[in-house]
């Protein structure tokens, strides 16, 4: 599991890790110490460390290295199982790569949340586990505990759990509990098996993505290669089995059934491809569209409204798993399904449900599109973030060819160049389409180079952030990069440039 953050994330990632440490009392108790200690004062993470750590009589080691020390920390996970002595043990080694200024790294406090699922899902009771040549009991009240949460504080450490009588699937960093990159020996038939049945919602969804991840990266394959495109029916499965789950919060499942997006996907490959990856991506969801239509149709029929719309997470969960099932069910070439996403559209008692509707309906080109994007307009022209969210819409789309759309919204009476949100939504849309802005005939990368010349003479601020698209063009292809590069070229040849332009459109060609 890879994740990116800024250092706002990191900060309250690094908060909630005392919560995980010290449980929702033990946190509470170094609260309280915090603002007895501090309460109207200026004071520091030190400060607030020691709070937590006096309060409860914790020993935290090398915590405070978290806000000292750069980088991202990469976590490796092994296990093995010694059926005759009914132990299951986990390797951890940890390693934090070298950052500017940093060259040397030591190791890091990190509590890892562990649990181990048994041949029928059901978590396995943890009572005791073997680290550091001592007996460590996990218990809570002397009973049993189902998840548990590892101190991995040395570059290599093993812990070993007693008692167990069959070989468990483990659980590693349920609910996030630190953030780190994770690298496990889990098999595809593990992660399977986790998204089927893992009681912890974050690893489930982690489960599904890491498969999504290398489905779509293996497929990614074959269509270079102009191999036949088929879906893995244990993908299908998981999915469904999340998707028809019940007990499962609709809004976590809205996000567990959701595929990571192309751009995702190319910054994991050596040469971004983004023709391919829209491709698969395409495949996919169409394949799941299909072969799960019953289910998705069921999704969005028990989960209508015709109430008065109400800004609560049951509902806010019931619209997002709804409109998630009915963008799937628009991606099919079925006049059935465009019809029931133009009934959803005509039905909608709130802005939410109606851009979803609009949104399934915007996938495919022609006249219906067309209709509802205008009658869309003509409700919501005077709300000028819904115009935004509008002219988003139509500037990320994949459809072909759709940076001429792009220029002829650049005269629509609602856009305005002098206009930064305006900018954003309808240019910085464009840059977030894989298929138009990274065309293979350079019209994307073109359309662009001459935007922020205009932009430059009117806000070089906004300017700069339109041209940071550019930043990346040596992850494509050589056509791609010559195509990329001519543009910042231009760019940087332009009479009159500002220092901030011209300090993104160097950096990019340094």
């Known amino acids: ?209 890491v498969l999504a991840r290398k489905l779509m990266l293996s497929l990614v394959a074959d269509f270079q290669q102009s191999k036949p495109l088929t879906l893995n029916p244990k993908f299908v499965q998981g999915l469904k089995s999340i998707l028809c789950d019940p007990i499962l919060d609709k809004e976590f499942i809205a996000k567990a059934i959701t595929l990571p997006g192309e751009g995702e996907i190319m910054d994991l490959m050596e040469v971004a491809d983004p023709d391919a990856v829209y491709a698969v991506r395409t495949f996919i969801r169409k394949e799941l569209a299909s072969q799960l239509k019953s289910e998705f149709l069921s999704t969005v029929e028990n989960n209508r409204s015709s109430e008065e719309y109400v800004f609560d997470h049951p509902n806010m969960a019931r619209r997002a798993l709804k409109n998630t099932a009915l963008a799937y069910l628009g991606s099919l070439e079925d006049s059935e399904m465009t019809e029931l996403a133009l009934h959803e559209y005509k039905t909608a008692t709130n802005m939410t449900d109606q851009f979803a509707a609009l949104s399934a309906i915007s996938q495919k080109p022609g006249k219906t599109r067309d209709d509802v994007l205008a009658d869309f307009y003509t409700k919501w022209q005077h709300n000028y973030l819904v115009v935004n969210k509008w002219f988003a819409l139509q500037a990320m789309s994949n459809i072909p060819g759709n940076v001429e759309n792009v220029r002829k919204l650049l005269n629509h009476p609602a856009f305005d160049l002098c206009n930064p949100n305006k900018v954003y939504s309808l240019i910085g849309g464009f840059c977030g389409s894989p298929v138009n802005f990274h065309a293979k005939d350079g019209s994307g990368y073109k359309f662009l180079g001459e935007i922020v010349l205009q932009l430059d003479k009117l806000n070089p601020q906004v300017a700069s952030r339109m041209v940071s698209a550019f930043s990346r063009w040596r992850r494509f292809d050589e056509s791609r990069q010559t195509l990329a590069k001519q543009q910042l070229e231009t760019i940087m040849s332009a009479n009159g440039l500002s220092e901030n332009v011209f300090e993104i459109a160097s950096k990019s060609l340094a």
């Not at 002595?85 to 890091?108: C, I, W």
């Not at 009240?141 to 699937?169: A, M």
């Open 1 to 209: 599991m890879d994740f990116t953050y800024d250092s706002t994330f990191q900060g309250a990632e690094v908060v909630r890790m005392y919560k995980t440490l010290l449980g929702t009392q033990g946190f509470r108790k170094g609260m309280d110490l915090y603002f007895k200690r501090h309460d109207g004062q200026a004071v520091t993470c030190e400060d607030f460390f020691a709070a937590m750590k006096d309060a409860n009589g914790a020993d935290f080691a090398n915590f405070l290295l978290w806000y000292s020390q750069a980088g991202t920390p990469v976590v490796k996970v092994t296990s093995s199982y010694n059926a005759e002595a009914h132990t299951f043990s986990l390797k951890f080694s940890q390693e934090v790569p070298p950052t500017p200024g940093q060259p040397v790294k030591e190791p890091m406090f990190i509590p890892v949340a562990v649990g181990l699922l048994d041949s029928s899902g059901k978590d396995m009771p943890l009572s005791s586990v073997y680290h550091d040549g001592t007996l460590q009991s996990v218990a809570s009240n002397n009973q049993p505990v189902l998840s548990t949460v590892l101190r991995v504080t040395k570059k290599e450490e093993e812990f070993v759990f007693c008692d167990i009588f069959e070989r468990p699937i483990p659980s590693l960093l349920r609910g996030y509990s630190a953030p780190i990159r994770l690298e496990s020996d889990l098999s595809d038939s593990d992660l399977f098996f986790l998204l089927a049945h893992d009681s912890d919602e974050f690893n489930r969804w982690e489960s599904g993505q």
